[in-house]
């Protein structure tokens, strides 16, 4: 299993970025995105089932949608007025209902700055 991040980058504060996971061999039934700060532990941003069920952490407050195409076996993640505190590595995952998140990617960096 191969999950490879793309789309990340450096952004003004109110951007948008879209990133992508592109998932390889089987379709996952569960595919989350998470985030880790400098210094800080990782965490949940959200996840997204094989049927578009979505959960979001509270700090995402609308400003992230989480998005799926099971054709292409890839998951994305839209970021909407993006803020300097969103600043960080972010990783996609990928597992069943059981063990959500057993498969992991890189990770892709973004970076909010003035």
């Known amino acids: 299993v191969q999950l490879v991040e793309s789309g990340g980058g450096s952004v003004r504060p109110g951007g948008s970025l879209r990133l992508s996971c592109a998932a390889s061999?089987?379709?996952?039934?569960?595919m989350a995105w998470h985030r880790q700060a400098p210094g800080l532990q990782r965490e949940l941003i959200g996840l997204?089932?094989?049927?578009?069920?979505?959960t979001y952490a509270d700090f995402v407050k609308g400003r992230f949608t989480i998005s799926r195409d099971n054709a292409k076996n890839t998951v994305y993640l839209q970021m909407n007025s993006l803020k300097l505190g969103d600043t960080a590595v972010y990783f996609c995952s990928a597992g069943d209902p059981r063990n959500k998140f057993v498969n992991w990617g890189q990770g892709t960096q973004v970076t909010v700055s003035s």
């Open positions: 997204i089932t094989v049927r578009d069920r979505t």
């Open positions: 061999g089987r379709v996952f039934d569960t």
